[in-house]
């Protein structure tokens, strides 16, 4: 398993720009589908992106689709979420997640270590 730690959460107003990190332990960073996932206050943890091993293949939440870039940095075993044109719905905790496939990388049940979760908030 890796360890995960997100940073980069914040406030910023509607229209602006964040852009998220995760940092994993480990040595086998390059063996995993990265996901990020967020859950606002109230609902249930919805997908957001996904990213290959290789990074060359992502997916995105229609929500997302368009303004959130998902990459990642297999020398630096980091993952990253560039969030732009943000909205007051886009406000929640982001989660960074790894799993073992591709299969399944748009379910919380396609991934096995999350990390703590990075608050971002979008005000109206």
């Known amino acids: 398993q890796v360890q995960l730690e997100e940073s980069g959460g914040g406030l910023v107003q509607a229209g602006g720009s964040l852009r998220l990190s995760c940092a994993a332990s480990?040595?086998?960073?390059?063996?995993?589908?990265m996901g990020w996932f967020r859950q606002a206050p109230g609902k249930e943890r919805e997908f957001a992106a996904a990213i290959r091993r290789s990074g060359g293949i992502t997916q995105y939440a229609d929500s997302v689709k368009g303004r959130f870039t998902i990459s990642r940095d297999n020398a630096k075993n980091t993952v990253y979420l560039q969030m732009n044109r943000l909205k007051p719905e886009d406000t929640a905790v982001y989660y960074c997640?790894?799993?073992?496939?591709?299969?399944?990388?748009?379910?919380?049940?396609?991934?096995?270590?999350w990390g703590g979760g990075a608050q971002v908030a979008v005000p109206s």
């Open positions: 997640a790894a799993g073992p496939s591709w299969l399944g990388s748009n379910r919380r049940d396609g991934y096995d270590c």
């Open positions: 480990g040595r086998t960073f390059s063996s995993y589908t």
